[in-house]
């Protein structure tokens, strides 16, 4: 399928609003339109070894399909940032609740700064959320 | 201020970067999306805590820490396209930032944002935050060890 194709009638593609889900249906061509949050969705369906282009250089690589789970592989320039949407939706999260802060902390703040005897807190702490899912990064 | 921004003790290679730095996010704060420009203000003497200040009257402001200075072992691997984008050589230039949160401004329990550290071309004005694909960087380190 020619990658204009793909694009037609697709107005803007947005990220979704992450406090709803998408009406995705299944269409026997694999092509339909859907709205979200009054954002215009391409809605394609696709099946294990096809693969979706995104302009000129960015593939999608369907890679494997296990009950509700769908393993994807991106081609990609190095330029372009790829990431599962939870991560995002946790950083802006995290910097919302930042911007909450007030000036009141810095004094004890500060006082928290590791003297040189302290170096290395980093390197024994694990991530809250630490390489439980790693990223499925086989070439597809 | 005329002090020298920073602690030597604590961070004995960084005096580069200005008192206060205008910095043009490539992308906005996730979360902001409308908030490109910000400075980086000095909060208190010791060059240890900076406020990122939006320049917009209504924008957000956070508080953000030298990563070197609380986290001297933190050395993420930036993408390249992330160097590229902002202009840096190396990524070992690159000035790297973590958003504080003190959660219901409980000092004891304030913690870092390791996993998307604000990077700052210490040369020019550009800077982003950098969701890193390395997922062992936690989003909040206890600040105090």
């Known amino acids: 399928m020619p990658a204009g194709s793909l694009r037609s009638g697709c107005e803007i593609l947005q990220p979704l609003d992450s406090s709803t889900r998408p009406l995705v249906g299944r269409a026997k061509d694999g092509h339909h339109h859907t709205t979200h949050g009054g954002v215009l969705v391409l809605t394609l369906t696709r099946s294990v070894g096809e693969t979706i282009r995104i302009g000129d250089d960015i593939e999608v690589h369907v890679v494997e399909v296990r009950g509700g789970t769908v393993r994807l592989g991106f081609k990609a320039p190095r330029e372009v940032a790829i990431h599962r949407e939870e991560v995002y939706r946790q950083i802006a999260e995290a910097n919302l609740l930042a911007a909450q802060v007030t000036a009141d902390s810095l004094g004890a703040l500060a006082a928290f700064a590791p003297s040189s005897a302290a170096a290395g807190t980093v390197d024994a702490a694990e991530g809250d959320e630490a390489a439980d899912e790693p990223a499925d990064d086989a070439p597809a | ?145």
């Open chain 2, 1 to 145: 201020m005329t002090s020298s921004v920073l602690t030597p003790s604590l961070a004995p290679a960084a005096t580069r970067a200005p008192k206060v730095q205008a910095l043009e996010l490539a992308e906005p704060l996730p979360g902001f999306p409308v908030h490109r420009d910000y400075v980086l203000v000095p909060a208190e003497d010791g060059g240890l805590i900076w406020w990122l200040q939006s320049m917009a009257p209504d924008g957000p402001r956070f508080l953000a820490v030298r990563a070197h200075s609380f986290f001297p072992g933190y050395a993420p691997a930036l993408p390249g396209a992330v160097c590229t984008e902002l202009g840096l050589h190396d990524a070992a230039e690159a000035e790297l930032y973590c958003l504080l949160t003190v959660p219901d401004g409980d000092v004891a329990s304030a913690t870092a944002n390791l996993r998307a550290p604000v990077v700052v071309h210490p040369g020019t004005s550009r800077a982003r935050q950098v969701v890193l694909l390395d997922g062992a960087h936690p989003i909040r380190q206890p600040l105090r060890g």
